[in-house]
Every structure is written in structure tokens, then in C-alpha cells.
């Protein structure tokens, strides 16, 4: 179709002339590849991206942290599953092979997910310590997001609440800098008009 090109997005046809692009480069291809958008699919497009680079923080700290295993690494698709479960906030604790949960914020962030492996390191390492007592990585999987979701809404509330004071921080400091700043306009205006005066009888 002239004049078109495909959206990377939802793979429907755009407009060239409207379409949002950019180049695409990674490491086996350093030239890149241009990749086209409707306006709307280039923002959901980009909170996807955000999304995944979140969860990739999340699988190394999981990776190197907890279970001290390979670098090279990839993530399980059973906890895979389950994280996107939590961030999804489904009751079923699973995503099925095949959904779309991106762009689903019905649970917890992964910023959420993973301070919460962070303060129940501890204990989610000494739970696992025993692989014995599992019956294979799916349990063993299960059982460490257990612990995550009996303190998530714990840490959740604690992030909020840290949230919401740094913006009162920041709203104060902002307020005193405002009053300081009127505070020093009004003394240096008042410092001129004295001096004004006294000069004026000069001219």
C-alpha cells in the first residue's frame, strides 16, 4: 500500500506521513531497523518497554541474589507467570500460556514486587536453602512467592507512605525557597528605593 507502512505495534496500516518512528539497534544489529507507529500505539509501545526493562530488573535481582544461579540465565515461564499474575492482580496467582497482561496494573508495580524480595530476602534464602523438600522448580517457585505475597501489601503501604512524605519534603522546600526568594526581592527593592532617595536631591 503506497504511502503506508505497518505499525510495530497493533500491525495495523498507518499513514507514513503520521506514522511515529524510530530506530531500533541492538547489539547484533548495530545499523538498526526503523520501526513505525500510530501515535497512540508508540505510548502504549513505550510503557511496554518500561514495563520490561522493570521485570529484567527484577529476574536479576532474583537470579544473582536469591538463587545465586547462572548469569546467562533466562526466567522460568512458571515464575515468569506468576510475577505477571501479581502485577496483574489476578486471584488465580498464574497468567495462562498466551495472555497479554503489559499495560496491566491491576496489582502491585514490579518496583512493588521487588523491594519486596528485597526486605524477605533473608527469609525467602533460608527457605529455599533445602531444595530437597521440593518437589521440582515449580514448587520451589511457588512456594518463594508465597512469602512474597503474604508481605507485599506491607511494603506496598511503606512505599506509598515514603511517596507521600518526600512530597511533602518537597513541597516545603519548595514553599521556603518561594518565601526566601519574595523575602530578598522585597528587602532589595526597599534597599533601593532608600538609596533612590537619597540621591534624588543629585539630579
Sequence with gaps: MSGYVKCFHCKEQVLKDEAKSYRYMT???????????????????????????EM???????????????KKRTMPNHLLRRLQALKGGLDNNYVSRGNQVFGNNEGYEYEAILYTFKVCKMQIVGSILDKSKFKNDNHLIDYMMAIVRNNIEDVY?????????DERIEKVDISENFKYKNEFVKKTDLSKNKIANKLKHLF
Design 56 to 70: 529484567d530488573k527484577l529476574w536479576d535481582y532474583i537470579k544473582n541474589e536469591i538463587w545465586k544461579s547462572d
Design 27 to 53: 547489539e547484533s544489529n548495530p545499523k538498526g531497523t526503523n520501526r513505525n507507529f500510530h501515535e497512540k500505539c508508540y505510548e502504549i509501545h513505550r510503557e511496554n518497554q518500561k514495563e520490561r526493562a
Design 157 to 165: 503501604t511503606r512505599i506509598q507512605e515514603k511517596k507521600k512524605s
